[in-house]
């Protein structure tokens, strides 16, 4: 089993550029989540999605930032125009459905620089 | 929605000495409450989670209790090794709506030699 994976684990990004990064999840997770990471601070919740759906997304910024999972591959979070503020640690997690609570397996994280 | 507050947000203890970190959270409905320790520039790694039907939990030299009635839940490290330095955060789960872990906001463990 080889874990959460994502892709990019580093990517460097101009001011205005667009970002995308991966997350595949563990084998037989069907749920996955997106948590951001600023230098030095906590992790803080931005989606949750199952397959073809997003079940909560009150975490996401209101513009420039989407996310998807779709039916065949990787879930993708998709930050458009980006700015310096979103350079940061992006981790994906992915849990199975366990009713009354979801244990996360956290993924190695994406880390966005922006210049 | 959940808020959880956590504390200290940084610690230092020395080595064998044991390490509390509490955290509190808002949400009586939340009723899982896990812990995860990432270490510097790694991911977070689950060590030890607790549901609301029990009060304490406990793994080798970690333990979890969990007051519901106050709401808060704390995280006990004993004969505390140089190799428990990291980060430490707490969090807790709501079984209605959407599952999503809310986090506090970190302790930063340090063992001193």
């Known amino acids: 089993n080889a874990g959460v994976m994502q892709n990019p684990r580093h990517l460097v990004r101009r001011r205005g550029q667009e970002a995308r990064l991966r997350c595949s999840p563990m084998k037989g997770h069907s749920h996955v989540y997106w948590y951001r990471q600023l230098p030095e601070e906590g992790l803080k919740f931005m989606v949750y999605?199952?397959?073809?759906?997003?079940?909560?997304e009150s975490g996401m910024p209101k513009e420039r930032f989407s996310a998807e999972f779709p039916k065949e591959g990787p879930s993708i979070l998709r930050i458009q125009q980006v700015v310096r503020g979103d350079s940061a640690a992006y981790f994906c997690?992915?849990?199975?459905?366990?009713?009354?609570?979801?244990?996360?397996?956290f993924g190695a994280g994406s880390r966005l620089t922006v210049l | 929605g959940e808020n959880v507050e956590q504390h200290p947000s940084t610690l230092s203890v020395q080595e064998g000495d044991s390490a509390v970190i509490k955290c509190t959270y808002s949400?009586?409905?939340?009723?899982?409450f896990p812990w995860y320790k990432q270490e510097l520039g790694k991911r977070p790694q689950l060590i030890i989670d607790?549901?609301?039907?029990?009060g304490e939990k406990k793994d080798q030299r970690i333990a979890v209790t969990l007051n519901k009635t106050a709401k808060h839940f704390s995280l006990h490290i004993t004969e505390t090794q140089p190799e428990d330095s990291a980060v430490y955060f707490c969090?807790?789960?709501?079984?209605?709506?959407?599952?999503?872990?809310?986090f506090g906001q970190g302790t930063r463990l340090t063992i001193n030699p």
């Open positions: 999605l199952q397959k073809e759906n997003i079940i909560d």
């Open positions: 997690a992915s849990s199975p459905w366990v009713s009354g609570a979801n244990v996360l397996t």
């Open positions: 969090a807790a789960s709501n079984p209605q709506g959407a599952q999503k872990l809310v």
């Open positions: 607790i549901r609301s039907n029990v």
């Open positions: 949400d009586s409905a939340s009723n899982y």
